[in-house]
């Protein structure tokens, strides 16, 4: 997944347990890879349809259902305009008002042609069309490898793929796990959260970005414009339980900007909690995490 993994795994069994925890994580780079040619990913989009394995089948269903709660802004199918900014390929580049357009005919998950979450069949319609589930698919795996380390009676562990963050449990000796958030800017952490059972995933644009002519582009596209997201927030971590959530969460209220990500929060207080930090300096914390996210900045609380 283009990015380092660590896993602390603790417990009998710990070694064993850690080690099918990481073929897991390389067999799902494999499958899901939507820029190599022969993963199952790569080959629906050579093909514009296929059948998806159970894995494949989860993801497309948690894309499904992304989709429509954030009003189409989460949306795998955005991946012909990823391609176009050279993400994928990594000759970076500018594209063209025109080149974006005829990308962006391409996208939106309504117009799949279909889907049968039984079989896994899936048609894209459409020459060109491609999907990607780069947005959730850390969150899945480390999902995944919590239950393989759970059916190998591990209770205390801390997966980290690249930022997304998940705690099994508690620490060894009980007491919570202390996860920090990245400071953009460097330095200090933003803050830390304490917590067991949590998936702490955070999306931000200094992740994997170039620069042209003074500005700089990053990999989270908005699917309206067909350019990166410019919503104002420089990074904005989920905290919740379920770890898939978290991840598809991150990139789509990094995409919705303060104001609606605030709106969105309020309608589902009781599903995850967030910490977003704004282009202007400012740090805001949903209400759930009062008593476990601390930080050397000022904090402004976000009441339901
Ligand atoms: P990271 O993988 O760097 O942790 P994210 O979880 O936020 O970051 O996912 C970013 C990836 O999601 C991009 O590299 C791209 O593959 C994909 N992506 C970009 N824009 C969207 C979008 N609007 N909806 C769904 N996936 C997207
Ligand atoms: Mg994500």
Redesign the pocket.
């Known amino acids: 997944m283009d990015t380092v993994m660590q896993l602390a795994v603790n417990g009998r069994n710990a070694e064993s347990a850690a080690d099918l925890a990481a073929a897991e994580i390389t067999r799902l780079e494999k499958l899901l890879d939507a820029g190599a040619e022969d993963s199952e990913v790569g080959r629906i989009n050579a093909e514009g349809k296929g059948k998806l394995s159970p894995d494949g089948i989860a993801l497309m269903k948690e894309a499904g259902l992304l989709y429509e709660e954030t009003g189409g802004?989460?949306?795998?199918t955005?991946y012909p305009v990823?391609e176009l900014w050279g993400?994928i390929s990594k000759e970076y580049r500018v594209p063209s008002d025109g080149e974006l357009l005829n990308a962006l005919d391409l996208v939106g998950m309504d117009t799949i042609e279909a889907f049968d979450p039984e079989s896994g069949r899936l048609t894209l319609g459409g020459k060109g069309r491609k999907i990607?589930f780069?947005?959730i698919a850390?969150g899945y795996a480390a999902e995944r490898v919590c239950t393989i380390l759970k059916e190998k009676g591990i209770k205390s562990a801390l997966i980290n793929l690249?930022?997304?963050v998940q705690a099994l449990g508690a620490k060894p000796d009980g007491s919570a796990w202390r996860i920090g958030i990245r400071n953009p800017e460097g330095g200090e952490y933003l803050g830390v959260v304490s917590c067991k059972d949590r998936a702490v995933v955070t999306?931000g644009g200094y992740?994997?970005y170039f620069e042209q002519d003074g500005k700089t582009y990053h990999?989270?596209?908005?699917?309206r414009t067909g350019y990166p997201a410019e919503s104002g927030l420089v990074s904005v971590t989920i905290v919740t339980a379920d770890g898939l959530l978290a991840?598809g969460l991150?990139?789509s209220l990094?995409?919705m900007g303060e104001d609606e990500a605030i709106r969105f929060w309020r309608e589902r207080t009781d599903r995850f909690d967030m910490v977003l930090l704004t282009a202007d300096g400012r740090l805001l914390v949903s209400e759930g995490l009062k008593d476990s996210f601390v930080s050397s900045m000022p904090v402004t609380l976000i009441e339901k």
């Open positions: 802004l989460f949306d795998v955005v990823v993400f990607d780069g947005g850390k690249g930022g997304n999306s992740e994997r990999h989270i596209i908005d699917p991840d991150s990139t990094f995409i």
